[in-house]
């Protein structure tokens, strides 16, 4: 049973366009949702998260928006740049000290010059 | 800076063979995490510790085993590789918050 989905396996956009990648999430235990980012061949790398008591975070070109009663959460990429293009995994912990994720499938994101 | 480092990047081993992938990390960390990574399936958690000799079953354990005998070396161990283990190994950490740091990763692959 997947608790954490991505239903867009990949997400083509024009530079300088706006990206959207969404993450949905079954499980209400959950309180704590990141993003990370990964290029072939490395590790992920953190790049955003959000509380269970925010609606939304923002970081540079980054945001997070989180729909606590659609249990949906998306990242917004403003402007998209080619370096963007890698993988984006949505992750969720529900806290309560175990400090496990849970990951989606992924997003691949190509961003076209 | 955290720094979580893995002795290999890239691996060749042949079906039978036991298999040993070393994760180091440097920030004192108290819980470490081994993940596998495949095409269309995300990261798969496969064990963490949460202290020394300490060891917990992730989602798929079967066919690996775990070692932590020092605070900053977790260590995976394939004990006959099969064909199916070929994959992405990704070693994860962190201290008292959700957001773990992780290693370049270990290309494996099972012959």
């Known amino acids: 049973d997947q608790q954490v989905k991505q239903n867009s396996p990949s997400l083509s956009v024009q530079e300088g366009r706006i990206s959207i990648l969404n993450c949905d999430y079954t499980n209400s235990m959950f309180d704590y949702f990141l993003w990370y980012k990964k290029y072939p061949a490395e590790g992920p790398t953190f790049l955003i998260s959000?509380?269970?008591?925010?609606d939304k975070n923002e970081d540079g070109r980054f945001t997070v928006f989180l729909n606590k009663s659609a249990k949906h959460l998306s990242l917004h990429i403003v402007p998209s740049q080619p370096g963007d293009s890698a993988v984006y995994f949505c992750?969720?912990?529900?806290?309560?000290?175990?400090?496990?994720?849970?990951f989606g499938k992924g997003t691949k994101l190509s961003v076209i010059p | 800076d955290v720094k979580v480092t893995q002795s290999s990047r890239y691996l060749v081993k042949r079906t039978g063979e036991k298999v040993f992938l070393e994760c180091v990390q440097d920030?004192?960390?108290?819980?470490m995490f081994w993940y596998r990574q495949d095409p269309g399936l995300g990261l798969r958690l496969i064990y963490f510790?949460?202290?020394?000799?300490?060891?917990e079953k992730g989602d798929i354990p079967e066919g690996y085993s775990v070692s932590r005998e020092k605070k900053e070396r977790f260590s995976l161990i394939l004990e006959s590789a099969s064909t199916n283990q070929t994959s992405m190994y990704l070693c994860a950490s962190n201290i008292n918050t959700d957001t773990q740091y992780f290693g370049p990763g270990t290309r494996l692959t099972v012959l």
């Open positions: 920030m004192d960390h108290e819980n």
């Open positions: 510790s949460y202290d020394v000799k300490m060891k």
């Open positions: 992750a969720a912990s529900s806290g309560a000290g175990s400090y496990q994720l849970t």
């Open positions: 959000i509380s269970s008591i925010k």
